[in-house]
């Protein structure tokens, strides 16, 4: 087996207007540098997006809406992907809250290209209305294919986060955040329409950091709940994609 790290410094960005009838119009922006310190020569991985979400939400009830966005990836060569897809959440009063997510995004090279479908569920739980706790599941299906045949790709991951807003202090619309994930691939390779061998891959991810939320002071609850929602791509971007 081959062991492989990377460092990864990361900023992601959020801008919301609120219109009428509870409808919501975001624009957003996340770029990631992942820095692959065990292979030769200090290789990484560039990722980011520019996008967007629009969707109606309710404080007290839920949200629903649609996302999408456009990105590249800059590593042995430029992969650029487009992506859209369907969001909900359900609060179920003021300590619990459950997300699904839905898409589809393609992506194209000039070594391939290739397109996947993918999911997201999650539940936060707010121990207090400034600490909450969340799980989360993602799925990936993907297939892309190359001048010598093609790769499917089967993917999940699981990971757990912690946020703490920093009330009390001259500092109230930001927290502190701290995330592990696991994820594990399975890929397949064909050529001519014939099987051509496979890998499993396995990574493990630690994050820290920080975010500021804009606008008016309150709890994590009302932040999260009245302020923009994530629409960074687990895959395309917080994944780095190692050689």
């Known amino acids: 087996s081959v062991n492989l790290s990377a460092d990864t410094g990361f900023g992601e ?20 540098s992942h820095d692959f310190t065990d292979v030769p020569s200090g290789q990484g991985s560039d990722q980011w997006h520019f996008g967007g979400a629009l969707f109606w939400r309710d404080a ?3 949200l629903i809406g649609v996302d999408g966005g456009y990105g590249r990836i800059s590593m042995y060569s430029l992969v650029e992907n487009y992506r859209v897809g369907l969001r909900g959440e359900w609060y179920l009063g003021d300590r619990m809250t459950l997300s699904a997510r839905g ?6 090279s000039d070594t391939g290209s290739g397109d996947a479908w993918t999911g997201t569920i999650s539940a936060e739980y707010f121990l207090t209305s400034n ?24 993917a999940w991951a699981l990971s757990a986060e912690a946020e703490y807003l920093l009330t009390g202090t001259n500092l109230p619309n930001v927290s502190l955040f701290a995330s592990v994930r696991h994820y594990d691939f399975d ?26 939320y804009f606008g008016s002071s309150g709890s994590l609850v009302d932040h999260k709940r009245n302020n923009t929602v994530d629409n960074t791509h687990i ?6 994609w190692f050689p």
């Open 13 to 32: 960005a959020a801008i919301l207007r609120r219109l009428p009838g509870n409808l919501n119009l975001q624009i957003d922006a996340a770029f990631y």
């Open 60 to 62: 007290h009830l839920g």
């Open 103 to 108: 898409g589809y995004y393609d992506t194209d």
């Open 131 to 154: 600490l909450g706790l969340k799980g989360q599941a993602d799925w990936l299906r993907e297939e892309v294919g190359f001048a010598y045949g093609t790769q499917n790709s089967r």
């Open 187 to 212: 890929y397949t390779y064909s050529s001519n329409g014939q099987p051509d061998g496979s890998e499993d891959w396995a990574e493990n991810q630690f994050t820290v950091g920080v975010r500021y």
């Open 235 to 240: 895959w395309l971007e917080r994944d780095p």
